[in-house]
Structure formats: structure tokens, C-alpha cells
């Protein structure tokens, strides 16, 4: 007879519960534990690939998280090399005989173990700190704080956005290089079309009207109130006509979606009704204060409760 599965037979002992959340969703560079809880997400979703490929699609979604907090990373070969030290580490405390697993020495050696996949997976080369200072990026000791404050446990700081001057920046530096190898390919060309060539030349180096389209990203940063989110979206939630237990579905899966801990949100099922409640309350006096008295009034009302 076949055993049935449950949630609790697919965590791992060590690890607890896999993730199914992208590592470049979060507003902190991810731990080598949540890099761990990750494979072990993808390995049981049913993907076949083996262990490399894996955290190859991993250190992608690495990759955009550093990319967002503007901190450079190793090459991509000792990134992955890094990633599968990690996973080594891991398989041979896995691998202890259950034997074994009450020993001293084996709780030790899981001591150490928890305490490393508590620190930040750092990709970060060596001299980041002399790299930042020459990347001509003005905020580049806020991103040296905040690699330190990340390497900390529990983690100091959060990622709150995009800068601004870092993007026009980095758009001023993609535009330069496109027109550099338009030039290249237009003297390269007839001298029929030079004449055309140089006029688009001209239209092309003036200064800010070159501006190559760029993709929309794949994911953006909020913040949410992490006690008043029912009453925040409440309004909209009784314009719709949603009940109580869709609307905290819905804010249950808004949160995961945005890698949040839903441990750290009020939410359940008389929060949303309470602040349901209030929200209404709230907006019928609202309502009531503003209330001008027109000057003619035509008053309906069902005939079926006259007497």
C-alpha cells in the first residue's frame, strides 16, 4: 500500500519548509539557508534537472536581488561553485546515520551547520568596497553599509528601492554604447548611404533625446501595513462584493506573492471582519458629515410596509 503524502513528510529535518518563493522578490539579500530552502522547493516541485542546473536557475535570481541593491558579485563560475559548497555542506549532515544523529559530535557539527545557513550567501567579491569606490556611484558607501548590515543576524536594513540617478545613469551608459556600435557599423558602410547615415548621426548625439526603450521590470518594491492591510482594502473588497474569507485569501496570497512572512501580518478571519466593520462604520459618517441638505428632496420607499 502506497504511503500518503502530507506536508509535513516533504520538509526537510533540517531545513523545515521548502521555498517556492523567487529569491529576487525579497527586500534582503537571501541567507545561504533561504538559498538551500529554495533548491529544495524547485527539487520538489518535480523538476528532473540535476543538481547543477539547478542552482543555476538559483544564482539567476540571485543575480537580480545584487543587481537591485547595486552591489557587484563574483564571476558566475565561483558564484556557482559557492552555491554548491553550500549544498554540500548540507548533504553531508543529511547524510548522517540515524544512528548517529543524537551523538555529541553530531550535535555539534548541527550547530555549526544552523549557524552558517544564518549567514548571508555573499556573493560580493573581495574588493567590493574598492569597486563600489570607483563605480562613480555617489551612494556607494549607503551600499557598503548596507552589504555589512546584511551580514549581520538577524539581517540590518532592507532594500526600499530603486535609486533614481543609478538608473539615468546606467541608460546614459547603455545609449553611448548602442551609438558607439551604430557608428562603428555606419563607416563601415557605402559611401551611398553615408550622406543619410551622418543626419541620423546628428539626430541621434544630441544630448538626452537618444533614449533606447527599455523593458518594464520583472517585479517592483511596497510596503504594506502589516496590521491594517483588511482595512486598507476593504473599501474595494465591499465594492466588489467579496466575502470575508475570499478577502483574506486574497491578502494571504498578495503577501507570499511578495516574499513577506505571513507570520508577521495580522490576518485572519475576524481581523477582516473587524476591520471591515469599522472601515463602513468609518465611511458612513463620513458620508453623514458632508451631507449638504438640497433644497428639494424626493423621498422612495417600499409600499409593502404601509399600513
Do not use: Y
Request: charged share 30%; hydrophobic share 35%; glycine share 4%.
Amino acid at each position: 500500500m502506497a504511503k500518503k503524502t502530507t506536508r509535513k513528510s516533504v520538509n526537510d529535518w533540517i531545513l523545515g519548509v521548502p521555498s517556492e518563493t523567487d529569491l529576487s522578490l525579497g527586500v534582503r539579500l537571501p541567507l545561504q539557508g533561504d538559498v538551500m530552502r529554495r533548491f529544495l522547493g524547485i527539487r520538489m516541485s518535480g523538476d528532473k534537472d540535476c543538481t547543477r542546473d539547478i542552482f543555476k536557475q538559483i544564482l539567476k535570481e540571485l543575480k537580480l536581488i545584487w543587481e537591485r541593491a547595486g552591489i557587484p558579485i563574483k564571476p558566475q563560475n565561483n558564484c556557482l561553485r559557492q552555491l554548491l559548497e553550500i549544498h554540500d555542506a548540507w548533504l553531508k549532515v543529511k547524510s548522517t546515520a540515524i544512528s548517529d544523529r543524537h551523538s555529541k559530535w553530531f550535535l555539534i557539527n548541527l550547530e555549526k551547520f544552523n549557524r552558517k545557513m544564518n549567514q548571508l550567501c555573499d556573493l560580493s567579491p573581495s574588493n567590493v568596497e574598492e569597486i563600489l569606490k570607483k563605480s562613480r556611484n555617489p551612494n556607494w558607501q549607503e551600499d557598503i553599509e548596507f552589504l555589512k548590515g546584511q551580514r549581520e543576524f538577524p539581517q540590518i536594513g532592507i532594500m526600499a528601492g530603486v535609486d533614481g540617478n543609478t538608473v539615468r545613469r546606467e541608460k546614459r551608459r547603455r545609449a553611448r554604447s548602442r551609438q558607439t556600435n551604430s557608428d562603428h557599423q555606419l563607416h563601415g558602410s557605402s559611401s551611398t548611404d553615408s550622406t543619410e547615415s551622418e543626419i541620423s548621426i546628428d539626430n541621434l548625439s544630441s544630448g538626452d533625446e537618444f533614449r533606447p526603450k527599455t523593458p518594464r521590470p520583472t517585479s517592483v518594491i511596497l510596503e504594506i501595513p502589516a496590521k491594517t492591510l483588511s482595512k486598507e482594502t476593504g473599501s474595494t473588497a465591499d465594492r466588489v462584493n467579496v466575502s470575508v474569507r475570499s478577502h483574506l485569501l486574497l491578502q494571504a496570497s498578495f503577501v507570499n506573492a511578495g516574499g513577506a512572512d505571513i507570520n508577521q501580518m495580522s490576518l485572519s478571519k475576524s481581523t477582516v471582519h473587524r476591520q471591515r466593520k469599522e472601515n463602513r462604520v468609518e465611511t458612513a459618517n463620513r458620508i453623514k458629515d458632508n451631507f449638504q441638505k438640497p433644497p428639494f428632496a424626493v423621498v422612495h420607499w417600499d409600499s409593502k410596509l404601509i399600513k
